[in-house]
């Protein structure tokens, strides 16, 4: 039975050239990508966090040496940050994630420990320690902020309307910190981006963001401020100048970049692995209009009277196409993705584009789960084309309900975010988020879209949502193959 | 002319599937327009977005209905053999003009529906959600006549360019399949190709990214096309397809 229909398959060439050809547009698109990026030799080592993760760690720091427990309170009067424009000058932007507080710092390294607590330019007052923590406080664009450290390793963020009442934002445990940390004010600003018509067209720059600061109190005995540019330009965010200025009890700091973890895309740096995939959606048109024909050619040529008649058990004959179709299909997907996701990924790099590293489990889900959604998603056809069996309507609808998803949301992304994720939730095309590589913050502004490999659905959830699609209309395939004359 | 014009008109309204497709157009299109009025924000000035494209975003799904109305005005016959009965009837050289004018028609009337209510919406409903003057904007401006003008010839062009593709490859599956993938073929090359030149060029000569262009309200000087040029390119293809689809027909059997 199988033996048959993969005889059928075989013996129609143009099956066979196109599935052919779908594998070759998966590698063509891995290996003929002109991606550039600016990241070749020291500069692609990425800083790592406490938790091990890829942190940005650049900001202006206006510090002093600052041994055992204690406290420092300020006041923040203003936060205010500006990008250039594009007719050259600046231009006043509200930049959501500008920073701006008290920090306590194990060092000036990148990557070191560290807890503070800050305004931010439209996300209120956080608290915020190790690049991954972030607690929210109250929405205030300025206000008193105090940051106190307690029994060596406990560090109690506060923030204040007015300087009297005070309120508890949140406290964090260090427990490495050594006794003497670096403690004081600091200001940074991340990459700002605007997008249009969905996520289709970006536009951004490296931001910079001013703070001034008033009433600095120290618990410990004064010494000495020092201004120090943390990170100094090799952050992905970092770019205006930056520097500090002290006029009697104020301090004016203006600063760039960020502390966070790094994400990818197009406020964060690189690209992530996703990117080696982009030929998936002609594979994915090609297997789909192939899966849908390889029914359908039979009921326009008649011949689907002659397969039912040499086998009467109907959900057989359904079954035997599904497999073969399936099995075609990953059988070509993998070939293509096989060479696409290591060789792509290599052509990148040489390109000086930074991409996270993949531990070999993540890259083996990449690869066989991309294969194995484009071969789902041709057995899908092949459901569809038998409920529909006219061959332009089952083409159609597959192309509709598969591949516009996946090309409006991840190929040509035109979509508001809001919409993108709800079709990556909800249609077939869910089952690409196998392709997830990377972790969202909320606490870092970005482009968090399907285009740049941040799927709203954990991979094995998106593949759920494909595998539901198939088996319902696997069944509507079978309950209208019984009932109907052929 | 008139008589094959008839023929053609009458044969397209008694297939069942005439007004579903246009249905769908219709309501497609308007779906995926709300779905994009409905959660766009623009919350700063110089927000980047283009009100208009956001009203017409609906284009992306109409226009493969419309491939689907084109292709099956032709690619039916082939399928049942209706068309060896056609050619009798009607000289091959009037056939394709006579189907475009029967198919482009509702098509547009259609097109011209959905669009115009969907940018009827987005001008009542993107200035809450910051689409306002203050923020640098002006949705009831001769631009956004022209984006609804240039969208609703789009769509009719697609189907046109679709009946074309179906003459010249004989079958409605493949034909879809060629459409659909030299529509969204071009703007994902673009992407995917480093060099910026090329990447222009290609916008320029793909039909659905040159369509858009003509859709475009804001930062024109930017577009790779001219608004009504980019129209032009569509037309070009259009004329183009159908002009080798005619010839093909005269040279092969049916």
Known sequence: ?486 | MRRAIRAEWAKAWSDPATPWLLAALVVLTMAVSGVTIGTARCPAAACGQDPARLGLAGVYLGQAVATLAGVLALGGEYATGMIHVTLTAIPRRRLLVAKALVLAGPVLVASALALGAAMLAGTIVLPGHGFTAGHGYDLAGWATARAWCCATVYLTLVAVLGLGVAAVVRDSAVAIGVVLGLLYLFPIAAMAIGDQAVARRLDQIGPMSAGLDSQTTIDLHGLPLAPWAGLGVVALWAAGVIAAGGVLLWLRDA
């Open chain 1, 1 to 486: 039975m199988i033996w048959a229909e993969w005889v059928k398959f075989r013996s129609v060439r143009g099956w066979v050239v196109a599935v052919v050809v779908a594998a070759i547009a998966i590698v063509g698109f891995a290996i003929g990508g002109g991606t550039q990026g600016s990241c070749y030799g020291n500069s692609c080592t990425q800083l790592t966090g406490p938790g091990g993760e890829a942190v940005s760690d650049s900001f202006y720091f206006v510090h002093q040496a600052l041994a055992g427990n204690g406290a420092i309170t300020v006041r923040v009067t203003s936060l205010t940050s500006a990008v250039r424009s594009r007719r050259g000058g600046t231009q006043r932007v509200v930049v959501p994630w500008a920073k701006a507080g008290i920090i306590f710092k194990a060092g000036l390294a990148g990557g070191s420990a560290y807890a503070a607590i800050m305004v931010t330019g439209s996300r209120g007052v956080r608290m915020q320690d190790d690049f991954t923590g972030d607690i929210a406080g109250p929405a205030m664009q300025a206000g008193w902020l105090r940051l106190v450290r307690s029994s060596g390793s406990v560090i109690t963020g506060y923030t204040s309307a007015d300087g009297t009442r005070w309120t508890r934002v949140g406290a964090v445990i260090l427990p490495g910190l050594p006794t003497t940390v670096q403690g004081g004010l600091f200001t940074t600003s991340p990459q700002w981006t605007q997008t249009s018509l969905g996520v289709a067209a970006i536009t951004g720059d490296a931001s910079q963001s001013t703070a001034v600061f008033d009433h600095a109190a120290l618990t410990w005995r004064g010494g000495a401020w020092t201004g120090t540019d943390v990170g100094g330009s090799s952050g992905p965010a970092a770019g205006p100048a930056t520097g500090y200025t002290r006029t009697g009890g104020q301090f004016t700091v203006t600063g760039s970049g960020d502390i966070g973890p790094v994400t990818y895309g197009p406020s964060g740096i690189g690209t992530t692995p996703a990117q080696t995939l982009a030929g998936a959606f002609i594979a994915l048109i090609i297997l789909a209009v192939t899966g849908a024909m390889f029914i359908t050619a039979e009921y326009r040529r008649g011949l689907i009277r002659i397969t039912l008649a040499a086998c009467p058990r109907r959900g057989r004959v359904l079954a035997a196409k599904a497999v073969v179709t399936g099995l075609v299909a990953f059988a070509v997907a993998l070939a293509g993705t096989v060479v696409a996701v290591p060789l792509g990924q290599r052509v990148l790099r040489s390109h000086g584009v930074y991409l996270p590293p993949l531990t070999v489990l993540t890259e083996g889900r990449m690869i066989v789960g991309t294969a194995a959604a484009l071969a789902l998603c041709a057995v899908l056809a092949v459901a569809i084309g038998t409920v529909a069996r006219r061959g332009a309507a089952a083409v159609a609808a597959a192309i509709a309900l598969i591949a516009v998803p996946y090309v409006l949301t991840v190929s040509i992304p035109v979509l508001p975010l809001g919409a993108a994720d709800w079709l990556m939730r909800v249609t077939p095309a869910a089952a690409f988020a196998v392709e997830q590589t990377v972790v969202q913050y909320p606490q870092v502004d970005d482009v968090y879209a399907p285009a740049y490999g941040y799927f709203p659905l954990a991979p094995w959830a998106g593949f759920a949502v494909l595998c539901a699609w198939t088996a319902v209309f696997l069944t509507l395939a079978a309950v209208a193959l019984n009932r109907r004359d052929a």
